[in-house]
């Protein structure tokens, strides 16, 4: 048995502008309708003189304020809100508001799919974080142990630099050199492994 839909919550809109909101005896900002809406509670807004319901202007209220406060990056794109203009006094123009409301419904099903499906995937958005930590501190382990050896620079230390007892030696104690330290690099890959376990 599915659980009977809570009324809306009674918003009225007072001459001042002031919001109040008749559930909580509190008034209210555009921000506090803005996060109700995300959080999926229903609201209906009345004018607080005439009892008119004045509910999607505000919400367009409050998209105009999110367009306005989100920089260069809104969500509506200006060729979208032309075309919607050119909607008005349009004969298509009864049909589009059920048109909207059936292809927002329909992105926000897909929304839902595409995160239960990352969250299966890869363990939620964290989980690319996670990848990312991960490569850099790839990354910087692979830089380190180049580091320790660069065939187009003679020998370095793990800082980059040359170490001098390389520069000067002869072609047999370059081997030996190289060789102890590909040893050190291999005890540094493994200590870095075991940093990282």
Known sequence: MTEPKK???????????????TASSS??????????????????????????DITRSVLTQIIFEAENNSGQAGL??????????????????????SYLDMSMES???????MRDLMKQSFGGMGAFQNFEEAARQNMAMFQRAMAMFSPFGGVQAADG???????????????????????AM????DKMGRDRG
């Open 107 to 113: 992105f926000a099903r897909n929304q839902e799919q």
């Open 76 to 97: 509506l794109p200006a060729s979208f809100l032309r075309q919607l203009i050119r909607f008005y006094g349009d004969s298509l123009q009864a049909a589009l508001p």
């Open 7 to 21: 009324a809306p919550v009674t918003i009225k809109k007072y001459a001042n502008r002031r919001l109040y909101n």
């Open 27 to 52: 008034y209210v900002t555009l921000d506090d309708l803005s996060r109700m809406v995300k959080d999926e509670v229903d609201f209906v807004v009345y004018d607080a003189k005439t009892g008119e």
């Open 161 to 183: 630099k040359p170490r001098p007892e390389t520069a000067k030696a002869g072609e047999g104690d370059q081997i030996k050199t190289l060789r102890e330290q590909l040893n």
């Open 186 to 189: 291999q005890r540094q890959l």
